[in-house]
């Protein structure tokens, strides 16, 4: 790895620091995805992590990983991401809320982890994986560096079929104009099959979700709305409300399907 990958410097950011200052108001302070803590718990749910060492893959602005770390006493919590906005905005809460001893942040650009084989009990992530094109390769990634034994927990935004997305739902991608690599549970778990998982399985959250975005909304319609844009301006609040029409289409379709992901690398004990 060379110096400037460590840095992350040399990858465009997607998610800069307006989309983290607009996200806050819609979702919650260093949240770059919805549901807040409870919804994390949900993922998390049943799993014990006293102890453990956590990777949150793709953590963005850090809110998640913070929580991880305040709720579940992990021994330690690594978030990882490839942009840099975001990981200075997750070092510096990390410092305001005096967490550091057990929180790392680390930025690179997409490709090989910085991390050793074997090296966590727990991989998190919260609606990251929905950047990375190549499944196959990601969840090769994620068992190489668990621990055998250890667990995959994870949420993302995935498309209900394989082949080419609906207009509806090209449009709203356009909307986004984020890199969407969207692909459908059966996708998902014979990526993470293929890689070794066991125990695979992925719980549709489409149903909970739907109706949240609608509550989204309409609040960044109404109450949220002076507050967003004093956040961002009226220009970038007016352009989010159109792609949250776009996005709310395709949920009411069932074609946009946030999904749970749980799977196991054979071997040890679990968390
Ligand atoms: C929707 S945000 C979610 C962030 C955080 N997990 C949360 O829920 O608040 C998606 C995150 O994935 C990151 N990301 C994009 N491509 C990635 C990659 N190849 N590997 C890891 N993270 C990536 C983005 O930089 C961004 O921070």
Known sequence: M????????????????????????????????P?????????????????????DFGC?????????????????????????????RARLA????????????????????????????LVFSKDAMIHVDDKEWLFSELFRVLKPGGRLAASDWLIAHDGEPSSEMQDYIAAEGLRFGMASPQRYLQAMTAAGFVDVSAENRNAWYREVARGELE??????????????????????????GAMQKVLDTGEHCPTHLRGSKPGGGHP
């Open 2 to 33: 060379t110096a400037e990958s460590e840095s992350g410097a040399e990858h465009e950011p997607e998610y800069d620091d307006t989309a983290i200052r607009f996200l806050a108001v819609v979702w919650g302070d260093g949240y770059l995805s």
């Open 35 to 55: 549901g807040g803590p409870e919804e994390v718990d949900r993922v998390l749910s049943g799993l014990d992590l006293a102890g453990k060492s956590v990777l």
């Open 60 to 88: 963005g602005a850090g809110g998640i990983t913070l929580h991880i770390a305040k709720k579940y006493n992990p021994a330690e919590v690594v978030g990882y991401d490839v942009e840099q906005p975001v990981i200075d």
């Open 94 to 121: 990390a410092v305001r809320e005096g967490l550091t001893a057990q929180v790392r942040f680390i930025a690179t650009p997409p490709g090989t982890l910085p991390f050793d084989d074997d090296e966590f009990d």
């Open 219 to 244: 609040r960044l319609s109404g109450p949220l709305h002076a507050q967003a844009v004093a956040a961002v301006g009226e220009e970038y609040v007016a352009k989010n409300i159109r792609t949250w």
